[in-house]
């Protein structure tokens, strides 16, 4: 599995291991608890980070520090328990006052873990693109509503732009089903749609026009013509 961007990467369990007391190792530090060296991606560029994530990770699990904005982290319930009551906390020692110590010190303070540290767990990604035009005709069709649908749940959507094409990105390996919708045409609907690691989809979409209904002709009358012979 091969990175390409940095959304492909995360921190599900963050370490709460302190990153100051581990000792100096190359490219970041080590940890002694894990025995691993964790590697200082927060003052790399994107394109480091990624090229040696995908060198490492051939290798095995790697751990890393990345600063809050550089990728997702996951924390789990005990970590938002344990955030609410370190705010509680706070809202106590206020009410009750703390010399030299003000409200602004105890929020920053509150919030001083700039970084977040522990093992890297990369998810591949795949994009699904294509055209939609109009059957037989091929007319192409902008604004069309194309989405994406995974157990009657609503995954990804967008809308073809002026040159008809659409473009699904970031979708996770599984089986989907590609809906398309456009005023006055037909849904198109395509089941088991099979995504893959990695890949990239190409699927053309053509649209039925909608059946007009035939309209009563208002201007003309149209029957059996009847004579009345008495006159």
Known sequence: MKLHSLNQ???PVPCHENWNTMSEAEKGRFCAVCQ??????????ESEIIATLNQKMQMGTVCGKFSKTQI????????????????FAL????AFGIPKMSKAQLHENSNKKEF???????????NISGTVQVKKTHIILPQA??????????????????????????????TYTLKVYRKDY?????NDV??????????????LKTPQETKPDKKHIMGRIKINMRD
Not at 116 to 126: D, M, N
Not at 186 to 190: G, M
């Open 186 to 190: 037909v849904p198109y609907v395509l």
């Open 36 to 45: 691993k060296t964790v590697i200082d991606f927060s003052q790399m560029q």
């Open 145 to 174: 509503e194309v989405q994406l649908w995974k157990s009657n749940q609503l995954v990804l959507s967008t809308k073809t732009n002026n040159n008809g094409f659409y473009q699904l990105k970031g979708i996770q390996s599984g």
């Open 72 to 87: 997702k982290s996951t924390y789990s319930w005990m970590d938002k328990i344990s955030q609410k009551l370190r705010y």
């Open 194 to 207: 099979q995504v893959e690691e990695n890949t990239n989809y190409t699927y053309n979409i053509e649209l």
């Open 9 to 11: 990467v995360s921190i």
């Open 116 to 126: 977040t540290v522990g093992e890297i767990e990369a998810i591949s990604h795949s």
């Open 91 to 94: 809202a106590l020692l206020m």
